[in-house]
């Protein structure tokens, strides 16, 4: 099995929720009408808002690049204000960034191997470095 798919996968899926979270509203028009409970701001260079309506909708102004970075960061800030309309999707969204993280480390771990197993016959020595910094790391 190839941790490096399936983080990959992991990522999809946390992004393709993170689009898709309930409440994102990603055009003006549907702010026609609503109430604003409050306005969150959210920490980057661009200086967005997330606008919380009381029905738990909400708008990420200006219109952000749509990039997951950014809708995930304005998530987080906007967390307080959000959680109780979207509670469950929190949960989801963790569980998928749990996820993703733990295929984060063992893709890495898997690149590492592999690299150790790609060269132990290439490199003299390195079999001889590894036990080495095994026993270290053991000592201390």
């Known amino acids: 099995m190839s941790y490096l798919k399936t983080k990959w996968q992991a990522n999809i899926d946390k992004v393709a929720f993170v689009k898709a979270f309930p409440g994102r509203q990603t055009e003006w028009q549907a702010a026609v009408g609503k ?15 997330v606008i919380v309506f009381t029905d738990g909708d909400f708008l990420i102004a200006p219109k952000l690049k749509d990039t997951p970075k950014e809708i995930l960061l304005a998530l987080k800030e906007a967390k307080p204000a ?18 993703d993280r733990e295929m984060t480390r063992k893709a890495r771990m898997e690149r590492i191997v592999d690299a150790v197993r790609n060269n132990i016959d290439k490199m003299p020595g390195l079999k001889e470095a590894l036990v080495e910094l095994l026993d270290e790391r053991n000592e201390a």
């Open 82 to 99: 959000l959680e109780r309309f979207h509670a469950e999707a929190y949960q989801r969204l963790e569980e998928l960034s749990a996820r």
């Open 35 to 49: 109430t604003v409970e409050t306005v969150v701001p959210v920490p980057t260079a661009e200086e967005p808002v």
